[in-house]
């Protein structure tokens, strides 16, 4: 074979080669792409569901996690600590799910929940048990239900029915626990904050 002749096949193997990678990146790309093309799959309102979910698991974190901070009823505090950690672990199945939608959930409360739980934290005492139980143990769990018994029955995507469906129980159960709470520290009275507690 002649210089001219391995030149030419050189050039022909260098473009061969060119084309490969290049379909190799391209795949690559699509592959990388692929939680996009799920996102575009999910209708927008089951979207809108695992979105307004996050943030209703997460002002319940949050707000427990003041509670138990502030609460002076015990049983305020126990509830607190469970919402901490019953909404936990539905944030975790919540994310993974959402992950394999390709959907991006929010990484805090929504604005109104945000300013519930500053309102809440200016209280103190029997003030705050009450507050808590109200605006935030019965409504936010009653605005949930409502969320979750919605999406149960109206969700297109089988497995984000198959997600509410599964957690509304549980959320039933928060709210019949926080209506119960709720006529227990109304009964309570002004108790006095940490440190000099009524029990």
Request: with cysteine.
């Amino acid at each position: 074979m002649n210089k001219m002749s391995i030149r030419l096949a050189g050039a022909i193997l260098s473009c061969l080669w060119m084309g490969l990678a290049s379909s190799g990146s391209a795949f690559a790309q699509a592959s990388a792409a692929s939680p996009a093309a799920s996102a575009a799959k999910l209708n927008p309102t089951d979207t809108a569901f695992l979105k307004q979910a996050a943030e209703a698991g997460l002002a319940e974190v949050e707000a427990g996690t003041l509670a138990a901070g502030k609460g002076v009823n015990t049983q305020v505090l126990g509830f607190a600590h469970q919402m901490i950690d019953d909404h936990t672990k539905m944030h975790a199945e919540l994310r993974t799910l959402a992950g394999s939608k390709g959907v991006r959930l929010p990484i805090e409360p929504s604005l109104g929940q945000r300013t519930r739980i500053r309102l809440l934290s200016a209280s103190d005492g029997g003030s705050f048990d009450r507050k808590y139980a109200d605006a935030i143990a019965v409504k936010l769990h009653e605005d949930a239900f409502k969320l979750f018994q919605k999406a149960a029955t109206g969700a297109s995507d089988a497995d984000v029915k198959a997600f509410a469906a599964k957690t509304l129980p549980a959320l039933q159960q928060h709210l019949q626990t926080a209506r119960e709470l709720k006529s227990v520290v109304d009964k309570e009275g002004n108790v006095k904050a940490r440190g000099n507690v009524k029990q």
